[in-house]
C-alpha cells in the first residue's frame, strides 16, 4: 500500500467524520451570498510569511438588517479535499460569531512553501445556512532563514562612481533537467535593486519594478511566483534582469547624502514537486551564468534609461542559447536585511494612454501632451535605419516657448534613449526607471511621428479602487480626479512625496491625515501596513525614527509631526480597517519613539518642530515659504498639540495591546501637556493661541485642546481669518489642511469648505485645475514659486479634503468606537449651491453608498448598509417637513428605529439594506 493509498483513506475518513457539520444541513438555506475571500487583506495571495494568516469575507443579501450568527471555515492542502468537506488542515466548526474580518487561522502549524485552500459558510440573523464560498487560496513562503539554500550571486565589478550612477543591467541564466512529470513548482526570489524573472523564454507575472523598496540592513522582499505551467520534463531555463533600482542609489551626494546598499544581485530558489511524491530544489549558485553586455546599457530611477536593442540577448532565457561568452556568476556578500515576504500587491502597468497632441517646435523635436500628468513611462513605436538613436524626454510642463519646463527636476534627467536594431517595426519600453511627466520631448526619430507613435504607461502599486465620488460641481469632481491620479502616481511600494526629481521619498508628514483619506481611494490596507513596517525598521536603537522611510536620506530630526506619522498612520487603518493586529505588531515601536520624545519635553512643552506648517500661502508669488510670522504657525505650538494628540492615540492603543498601566503613563503625560499647552499659547486678551494663524487655530480644536468656555471665540479667530484675511480662501500649509475642513465643518462651517472647493481663485485646489493641473500642486503657487522644489504631482496639500468629501460632505464615515465600518456614521451635510453627492466605499464587509440630492425643495438621501453592519443615520430637516423612507413615513419603517430629533436632524438607527429617504 503507498502513501498515497494510506491518505485517501485517512481523508475519506474525515470526510466521514465531518460530514454532519460540513455537507449536510437541516435548517433552511439563506439568500446571503459570499463573495471577496482573502488573507491578510490580499485576494490569493502567494508566499506569504504570517504564521498565523488572518481570513476575511464579504456577505450580501437582498434581506434588511441581515447579520451573520456564525462561520465555519474549512482549510485544505487540495481542492479536491475542500470539495469534499474535508479541511485536513482546519476545520473550525460552527463559530458561533458575527466576525467576518480578520478572523485568525487556527489550524495545523503551517511549513514553508504550502498551498492552502479554504471556503467558509455562514448562518444568518435566523439561523440559516448559507452555501459554501467558492474556493479561494493562498501559500506560505519560506519561514525560516535557514530553508533559503542558494547564494546571493551577481557581478560587484564595474563600479559607475560618477553622480550619474547608471549602470548596465545584469543578465543571469541557468539551464537545468527535470526528470519528470511536475505536479508543482515554485520559484522563490530575491533581485535587487529592481529584477524580472524569465523561464524557458518569457516573462513571469506582470509586475514592475520588483520587489518592494526597503531599508536593505533591516530586511529584503522576496516575491513567490507559481511557475508550474511553465515547466516541462527535460531540460529547461531560468533567467533574471537585475536593475539598480534604489539598492544600488540613483545618488550618493544630490541633492543630499543618500544611502546606497551595494551592487545589484540575487538570491533564487526552485522547488519543484513531481508527480511521484518526490521533490527537487534548484537554487541560485555558481553555476548559473552572467552577462552586462545586453541591451540595457544604463538604467537609473531618476535619470531613464539606454537601450540598445542592437545589443539584444535573442532567446537568452530559453533552452539551447549560445551563452559561452557569459561568465560564471559570482557568490557575492549578502544585504544585511534577512528575507521577508512581499506581502503587497505588485507595481503593475495599469493603464495605458494615447496622447492628445503632438508638435514639431524645432526641425526633428517634438512635444506631445499625454494630456494627464501621469507617472511611468512610454511605449514607443519605430521602425528605421539601424543604429538610429531616439530620445525621449519627460516633463510635467512647458515653458512659454513650448519647451520642455525641466528646472522643478533638478538633477533628475527623466530621458530614456533607444537604439533601433533595425530591419523592421521595433516596441520598447523601460523595465527600470519611471517618470512622472505630461510631455514628452522626442527626437531623432526617423520619420514623422504621429499620435500613435507612443503611449503612456500609467505605472503604481497595482490597488483595487476602494470606491467613487461625484458631484454635480464640476470644480469639485475635477479636483478629486486630481487628487486620484496624485495619490495613485505616488505608490511606488511606498507612499512618495513626488514621482519626477531627484527625490521620491516616503516623506512621513506627507501621509499624516492623507492615509486616512486614501482609505477611501484605494484598498490600502496591505500597502500601508508595509510602510508602517517601514518606520519600525528605520528607527533607531534609541527610538528615534526618521522624517522620511525608509531613511534613504538618513534625516533624524526628532519632530513630533513629521515622525509622529508613526503612530499616526496607524491610528488611520485601525479606525478604517480594524486591524489590531498591527496595532499589537507595532506597538513596541511605538512605546520606544514616544518614551524617546517625551525626553525632550521640558516645562510641560514639546520643543520639537523641524518643518513648521510647511508650505503656507507665501505673500510673495516668487517664494517657496512665507516670510511673514503672521502667517507662520510656532514650531512649538506644534510639537506640543501633535505629541498630546500622538499620547492620546497611544493611550488608545495601549487598551489594543493590552498594557493598561501604559495608558495611564500616556494620558497622565497628556494631562500635563495640555495644561501646558493652554499656558503658554493662549492669548487671553485676544481669544485664541499665539499669532492666531489658521493653523494656530485649527490644530488646538481639531486635537481638544481648547477648554470648551475658549472654543468660541478660537473659532471666530479662524473664521476671520478666512473671511477676512485671506477672502475665503484656504490660508494653511500642510500641517493645517490635514485638519482644516473637518474643524470647519464641526463647528458649523462646512459653507467656508465649500468655497474653498468650489473656487479657482488662488489659493485653491481650483485654481491649480483652472491652470491646467491634472493633479495635485506640491505648492499653492506652483504655476510661480522658485523651481527648486515645485513639483507638479503632491499629495501634501490635500491634507484633509478627501476625508471631507466622503464623511462630511457625503455622510459615510467608519464609528471610531466600532471601528472598520462594522458600525457606519451617515451623517450628510447638504451645502447651500450644491445640488447633488454620490460616494461609494468598498469596506471590509462590502459597499456602502450614500446619495442624496436637494431640488426644489425637495432633499432625497439613497444609502446602502453593507451585510453584517448597522448604521446610524442622521437625516436633515428643515422645519415644516416630514420623512418618508420608500412610501411610508420613518416612524412606521420597522427596519429603521428612530432616537432623537436634534435641532434639524433626526437621528436613527438602521441594519444592512439599501434605504430611500425623501425630506418634503
Known amino acids: 500500500m503507498t502513501r498515497r493509498d494510506l491518505f485517501g483513506i485517512a481523508a475519506a475518513i474525515s470526510l466521514l467524520v465531518l460530514s454532519s457539520t ?49 462561520f465555519q471555515i474549512l482549510v485544505a492542502s487540495s481542492p479536491s479535499l475542500l470539495e469534499n468537506g474535508n479541511g485536513d488542515l482546519w476545520n473550525s466548526g460552527k463559530v458561533p460569531s458575527d466576525r467576518s474580518v480578520l478572523v485568525p487561522y487556527a489550524g495545523t502549524a503551517l511549513r514553508s512553501g504550502q498551498q492552502c485552500f479554504w471556503k467558509v459558510r455562514v448562518w444568518d440573523r435566523d439561523g440559516k445556512e448559507s452555501a459554501w464560498s467558492t474556493i479561494a487560496t493562498w501559500s506560505m513562503g519560506l519561514l525560516d532563514q535557514n530553508d533559503w539554500k542558494g547564494a546571493w550571486i551577481g557581478l560587484d565589478g564595474a563600479v559607475d562612481t560618477s553622480e550619474a550612477r547608471r549602470l548596465p543591467a545584469r543578465w543571469l541564466r541557468k539551464e537545468f533537467s527535470l526528470r519528470g512529470n511536475v505536479q508543482r513548482a515554485v520559484v522563490f526570489m530575491a533581485g535587487l535593486g529592481v529584477s524580472e524573472l524569465y523561464c524557458n523564454g518569457g516573462k513571469v507575472g506582470d509586475d514592475v519594478l520588483s520587489p518592494a523598496l526597503s531599508d536593505y540592513t533591516r530586511r529584503v522582499y522576496y516575491i513567490t511566483r507559481d511557475v508550474t505551467s511553465l515547466l516541462r520534463t527535460g531540460a529547461n531555463a531560468l533567467g533574471v534582469v537585475l536593475g539598480n533600482g534604489r539598492f544600488y542609489a540613483p545618488r550618493t551626494k544630490a541633492p543630499v547624502e543618500m544611502i546606497s546598499y551595494g551592487h545589484p544581485k540575487m538570491r533564487l530558489q526552485l522547488q519543484v514537486e513531481y508527480a511521484d511524491g518526490s521533490s527537487e530544489t534548484i537554487v541560485s549558485d555558481r553555476s548559473w551564468q552572467v552577462t552586462t553586455d545586453g541591451p540595457i546599457r544604463g538604467n537609473n530611477e531618476y535619470d531613464g534609461e539606454d537601450y540598445d536593442a542592437r545589443m539584444e540577448l535573442d532567446g537568452w532565457s530559453a533552452i539551447g542559447y549560445a551563452s559561452s561568452s557569459w561568465r ?11 528575507l521577508r515576504a512581499q506581502m503587497v500587491n505588485p507595481l503593475r502597468v495599469t493603464q495605458t494612454l494615447t496622447p492628445v497632441s ?45 519647451h520642455l519646463f525641466v528646472a522643478n527636476l533638478r538633477s533628475a534627467k527623466a530621458t530614456d534613449t533607444y537604439t533601433l536594431r533595425g530591419g523592421g517595426r521595433e516596441v520598447y519600453e523601460p523595465r527600470f526607471t519611471y517618470h512622472g511627466f505630461r510631455y514628452v520631448e522626442l527626437t531623432g526619430y526617423p520619420g ?46 511606498i507612499p512618495t512625496d513626488c514621482p519626477q526629481r531627484d527625490e521620491r521619498h516616503g516623506w512621513m ?171 503658554k499659547f493662549f492669548d487671553a486678551a485676544h481669544g485664541y493661541y499665539a499669532n492666531g494663524s489658521q493653523t494656530s487655530c485649527v490644530i488646538p480644536l481639531a486635537f481638544g485642546l481648547v477648554p470648551p468656555e475658549h472654543r468660541e471665540s478660537v473659532f471666530a479667530r479662524l473664521v476671520h481669518k478666512i473671511t477676512v484675511e485671506t477672502n475665503g480662501h484656504v490660508g494653511t500649509g500642510l500641517v493645517g489642511a490635514q485638519w482644516l475642513n473637518r474643524v470647519l465643518t464641526e463647528n458649523g462651517r462646512p459653507d467656508l469648505v465649500y468655497g474653498f472647493v468650489t473656487t479657482t481663485a488662488y489659493p485653491s485646489w481650483g485654481y491649480m485645475a483652472a491652470k491646467g493641473a491634472t493633479t495635485i500642486w506640491e505648492l499653492w503657487n506652483g504655476d510661480t514659486a522658485d523651481p527648486g522644489m515645485n513639483s507638479g504631482n503632491h499629495v501634501m496639500l490635500v491634507g484633509d479634503l478627501v476625508i471631507w468629501l466622503y464623511e462630511n460632505l457625503a455622510g459615510l464615515a467608519s464609528d471610531p468606537s ?103
Open 509 to 679: 508628514g506627507d501621509r499624516s491625515s492623507e492615509s486616512h483619506g486614501a482609505t477611501y481611494l484605494f484598498d490600502i490596507a496591505a500597502f500601508y501596513a508595509k510602510w508602517v513596517q517601514d518606520m519600525e525598521d528605520a528607527q533607531r536603537e534609541n527610538g528615534s525614527v526618521s522624517d522620511l522611510c525608509p531613511a534613504y536620506w538618513p534625516f533624524y530630526n526628532d519632530n513630533a509631526t513629521w515622525a509622529g506619522s508613526t503612530v499616526i498612520v496607524p491610528h488611520a487603518l485601525l479606525l478604517q480597517y480594524a486591524d489590531t493586529g498591527l496595532i499589537q505588531r507595532h506597538y513596541g515601536s511605538m512605546v520606544r519613539w514616544v518614551d524617546h520624545m517625551s525626553t525632550f519635553v521640558k516645562d510641560d512643552i514639546m520643543p520639537k518642530d523641524t518643518y513648521g506648517d510647511w508650505c503656507v500661502p507665501p505673500e510673495d508669488p516668487k517664494l517657496i515659504h512665507s516670510e511673514d510670522p503672521m502667517r507662520k504657525t510656532p514650531g512649538e505650538l506644534l510639537g506640543t498639540a501633535f505629541f498630546y494628540h500622538e499620547l492620546r492615540l497611544m493611550e488608545r492603543f495601549a487598551g489594543v495591546a493590552g498594557k493598561p498601566a501604559d495608558a495611564v503613563r500616556f494620558a497622565a503625560l497628556a494631562a500635563r501637556l495640555k495644561k501646558g499647552f493652554h499656558a
Open 358 to 402: 503632438v508638435r514639431e517646435i524645432a526641425p526633428g523635436t517634438f512635444i506631445f501632451d499625454m494630456g494627464q500628468n501621469l507617472v511611468g513611462w512610454c511605449r514607443l513605436f519605430v521602425q528605421g535605419p539601424r543604429g538610429t538613436t531616439v530620445t525621449l524626454r519627460h516633463a510635467e510642463t512647458l515653458t512659454p516657448d513650448g
Open 328 to 338: 560564471p556568476a559570482e557568490p557575492v556578500a549578502a544585504p544585511a536585511g534577512p
Open 22 to 70: 460540513t455537507m449536510h444541513s437541516s435548517t433552511p438555506s439563506t439568500d446571503i451570498m459570499i463573495s471577496d475571500l482573502t488573507c491578510e487583506h490580499l485576494r490569493d495571495p502567494q508566499g506569504i510569511d504570517a504564521v498565523t494568516p488572518r481570513l476575511s469575507w464579504v456577505l450580501s443579501s437582498a434581506t434588511r438588517r441581515q447579520t451573520q450568527t456564525a
Open 448 to 493: 514623422t511621428p504621429d499620435l500613435s507613435t507612443i503611449q503612456g504607461r500609467v505605472v503604481h502599486d497595482d490597488l483595487e479602487s476602494a470606491g467613487d465620488f461625484a458631484t454635480s460641481d464640476p470644480v469639485i469632481n475635477r479636483i478629486y480626479s486630481n487628487i486620484v491620479w496624485g495619490v495613485r502616481g505616488n505608490y511606488r511600494s
Open 818 to 920: 466600532t471601528p472598520g465600518f462594522k458600525h457606519l456614521v451617515m451623517k450628510p451635510t447638504p451645502v447651500r449651491g450644491l445640488e447633488c453627492v454620490s460616494a461609494t466605499h468598498r469596506t471590509p464587509y462590502g459597499e456602502a453608498r450614500s446619495r442624496w440630492s436637494q431640488r426644489n425643495g425637495v432633499f432625497t438621501w439613497d444609502v446602502t448598509v453593507p451585510v453584517n453592519t448597522t448604521a446610524t443615520l442622521t437625516i436633515p430637516r428643515p422645519q415644516g417637513t416630514r420623512i418618508l423612507e420608500g412610501h411610508l413615513p420613518l416612524a412606521a419603517v420597522k427596519d429603521i428605529r428612530v432616537l432623537r430629533e436634534e435641532g434639524d436632524h433626526v437621528i436613527c438607527t438602521a441594519g444592512s439594506g439599501n434605504y430611500s429617504f425623501v425630506v418634503r
